[in-house]
């Protein structure tokens, strides 16, 4: 069974920085796509970062520049290191896994099927 556990999040100020970890068991990242969403209250979720088994990773366009995702297959636990953070970043952020592909990866939430609860990110002004 699938789990994904998320964790590193908090509140910061603008300009401040976070480092995300998505933990994950039952569930290897180098062979699917898995992505970063996240979901302001009121407001559709939202394309943070995904990323193929290969590693190629496409950004929302607000996060370009500003976040990175990164991989630790030996820990299977994939992070987002996010800088120059705003208060529109703030929102909660889950990861999900699509575990029936492993390209072509999906970049809208509804295709995938494995997700974590969320962590929080509050940014201040």
């Known amino acids: 069974q699938v789990q994904l556990v998320e964790s590193g999040g908090g509140s910061v100020q603008a300009g401040g920085s976070l480092r995300l970890s998505c933990a994950a068991s039952?569930?290897?990242?180098?062979?699917?796509?898995m992505a970063w969403f996240r979901q302001a209250p009121g407001k559709e979720r939202e394309k943070v970062a995904i990323s193929d088994r290969y590693g190629t990773t496409w950004y929302g366009d607000s996060m370009m520049g500003r976040f990175t995702l990164s991989k630790d297959g030996s820990k299977n636990t994939v992070h987002l290191q996010m800088k120059s953070l705003k208060p529109e970043d703030t929102a909660m952020y889950y990861c999900?896994?699509?575990?029936?592909?492993?390209?072509?990866?999906?970049?809208?939430?509804?295709?995938?099927?494995?997700w974590g609860r969320g962590t929080q990110v509050t940014v201040s002004s």
């Open positions: 999900a896994v699509d575990s029936r592909h492993e390209i072509h990866c999906s970049l809208g939430h509804l295709g995938y099927n494995d």
């Open positions: 039952g569930y290897s990242y180098s062979r699917h796509c």
